[in-house]
């Protein structure tokens, strides 16, 4: 097999791949009423550990940073699992926080999400993960 075609087989792959556990990720998710991004939002509030956060940090964490993160936060706060806080000091800056509600989600979904992501690399072993993962963050740089 020739660069050319190892290089298009390789990428097709890693594309396959993401789609499947996406795909997987959201059917795990829909009991919950939550999409990918919403429920990446959430996470990222969860780790702020009760910090706020405005939609432009929010928005650089995003793992889709295509993702309209105004549209998402604001069916996260119809679901009244984060709420919209006005600075005041400075009354055009708007900080998102996680609500009681979207912590208890989270808690109820991180079993499934463990289920989820151990079934997902099921077949590798140790050395296979580690080597993965090296391999994923090298082309990521």
């Known amino acids: 097999m020739n660069d050319v075609s190892l290089n298009k087989d390789i990428i097709v792959s890693i594309m396959q791949a993401n789609n499947s556990v996406m795909e997987k990720l ?3 998710l829909k009991p919950f009423g939550l999409s990918v991004q919403q429920f990446n939002v959430l996470r990222i509030l969860r780790g702020q550990k009760g910090n706020m956060l405005n939609l432009n940090e929010i928005t650089h964490r995003m793992i889709h940073k295509m993702s309209n993160t105004t549209r998402l936060v604001d069916k996260l706060i119809d679901k009244s699992l984060v709420e919209r806080v006005i600075c005041p000091e400075n009354r ?10 979207g912590l208890e989600i989270l808690s109820q979904i991180d079993s ?5 992501e151990k079934e997902i690399i099921r077949l590798l072993s140790e050395k296979e993960k580690n080597t993965l993962l090296n391999l994923l963050i ?4």
Do not use: P
């Open 92 to 101: 055009r800056r708007v900080n998102i926080s996680i609500t009681e509600k």
């Open 138 to 141: 090298k082309i990521k740089s």
């Open 26 to 28: 959201a059917h795990a």
């Open 112 to 116: 499934v999400i463990q289920e989820f």
